[in-house]
């Protein structure tokens, strides 16, 4: 149904805005009642409402109206925990150390690439030779062909670490 469409458009594309029904009603000096309507699929817009509506969200007309092309959602279920790493999915997999624990992790396939995000605390990792210190929101890329070290000091520290 085309009220459908509208309705789902005209809410996926606010969003994806940032902009709250108050805002759009102010950019669009249109009502927020109206605009709440037609983002429940419970109005008849006039061509001048969708006009606005589209020149407050920057897109065409057409736009309002069409089906969206819907990408690929691919979700991965976490699997159970297993010691400090706790797999994710077959190349994500979450860290936690205690303080003072130090865990390897055997080298990967041959030019495999380890991607480290540090969620909390501080944490000493990367291949042997070539260790760094790393902290909450700090983010590194190292080679996982080798063996890798991960090692917390006094505090315990959450990472999350992608193969590729």
């Given at each position: 149904?085309?009220?459908?469409?509208?309705?789902?458009?005209?809410?996926r594309l606010r969003i994806?805005?940032?902009?709250s029904l108050s805002e759009l009603a102010r950019a669009t000096q249109i009502g927020k009642a109206t605009l709440s309507s037609i983002e429940n699929g419970r109005a008849n817009?006039?061509?001048?409402?969708l006009s606005a509506v589209a020149e407050a969200l920057r897109?065409?007309?057409?736009?309002?109206?069409?089906?969206?092309e819907l990408g690929e959602i691919r979700v991965v279920r976490a699997r159970p925990a297993d010691g400090p790493e706790r797999a994710i999915s077959d190349a994500v997999r979450e860290l936690a150390l205690s303080?003072?624990?130090?865990?390897?992790?055997p080298p990967g396939?041959?030019?495999?690439?380890?991607?480290?995000?540090v969620v909390e605390g501080k944490l000493i990792a990367g291949p042997h030779e070539r260790i760094t210190e790393l902290k909450r929101g700090d983010y590194a890329s190292f080679p996982a062909d080798v063996a890798r070290v991960y090692e917390t000091g006094r505090q315990a520290a959450r990472a999350l670490a992608v193969l590729r």
């Open positions: 149904m085309v009220d459908d469409r509208l309705a789902a458009n005209v809410r994806a805005r940032q902009l817009p006039t061509i001048g409402t897109v065409p007309v057409a736009e309002l109206l069409e089906e969206p303080p003072n624990q130090r865990h390897e992790s396939v041959p030019g495999a690439r380890e991607e480290l995000f």
